[in-house]
Nanobody, 122 residues
Framework: QVQLVESGGGLVQAGGSLRLSCTASGRTLSSYAVGWIRQPLGKERSFVAG????????RYADSVKGRFTVSRANAENTLYLQLNGLMPEDTAVYYC???????????????WGQGIQVTVSS
């Protein structure tokens, strides 16, 4: 079992930056692919970014490429998402996820955090 807890969300103006953190307990994150999924209010969940097990591959949604950066610190058992150039359409609940395999399909991720709100004002 892996427990995931997100932090770092909040309200920011368009063009601003945030850094989301996800701290894991129960198992080491280095044993898993990790990533971020987001869900705007009233819309479906969508893949944002992820890193494969062993850090061999990193993927991003087209909508965030060049603006968001996913990384992890295995020694701290923590996953990060740096969000730069934020736009109002980035407003969503952001979930930290983990699974043995990296996938762009939200339903394929096994472990989920509780989610954290990111709101971008125009």
């Amino acid at each position: 079992q892996v427990q995931l807890v997100e932090s770092g969300g909040g309200l920011v103006q368009a063009g601003g930056s945030l850094r989301l953190s996800c701290t894991a307990s129960g198992r080491t994150l280095s044993s898993y692919a990790v990533g971020w999924i987001r869900q705007p209010l009233g819309k479906e969940r969508s893949f944002v970014a992820g890193i494969s097990w062993g850090d061999r591959e990193t993927r991003y949604a087209d909508s965030v490429k060049g603006r968001f950066t996913v990384s992890r610190a295995n020694a701290e058992n923590t996953l990060y998402l740096q969000l730069n150039g934020l736009m109002p359409e980035d407003t969503a609940v952001y979930y930290c996820v983990a699974d043995p395999y990296l996938s762009t399909i939200p339903d394929r991720w096994h472990y989920w955090g509780q989610g954290i709100q990111v709101t971008v004002s125009s």
